[in-house]
């Protein structure tokens, strides 16, 4: 796993050096690290990879968290992430609190109550602009850093989503 200026008090899985908030999460023992990512890379994927991780840069301190499937980007928990990248495209994602509309996005799903995974393709790092930026921010800051406040379970039986 490779590290960005280390957040503090995260726990390190002994089996496979995963950072997560607590001991005993869930997460899979797959073992990957970013240079076997870097190293199936091409220079548009390269480029794709680095503007991404620049936004997510700009928010604050950061983990990288390679795995099989996906390079997740953590604060205090995961936020964000890249689940496809090569050549001609990137897939890429961020979590926030309610369902955000934009025509940009590919899909925005519901994972767990509350936890709403909106996924991006691009083609082109230009395509990573202000916009992008913004959400990664909020997702940043809601999602990553524990800031939105927490559904309680009178809220989620009416259906209502956490406010900021």
Partial sequence: MAVKSKPAALWTCPKCGVKLLTRNLWHSYGVATLDDWKARM???AQALYSRFEELIA???????APAKTRIAFLALIRFAS???LNESEMVCGF???KP???KRFAKVEEVVPGWFVHSIRVAHPAELDAEVQGWIRESYRLM?????RPLTS???SRGLT???
């Fill in 95 to 97: 979590a926030m609190p």
């Fill in 42 to 44: 091409g220079p548009r």
């Fill in 58 to 64: 700009a928010c604050g301190e950061y983990h990288v």
């Fill in 144 to 148: 990553g850093m524990r800031r939105r």
């Fill in 100 to 102: 955000l509309k934009s």
């Fill in 162 to 164: 956490p406010q900021r």
């Fill in 82 to 84: 890249i689940t496809r």
């Fill in 154 to 156: 009178r809220r989620r």
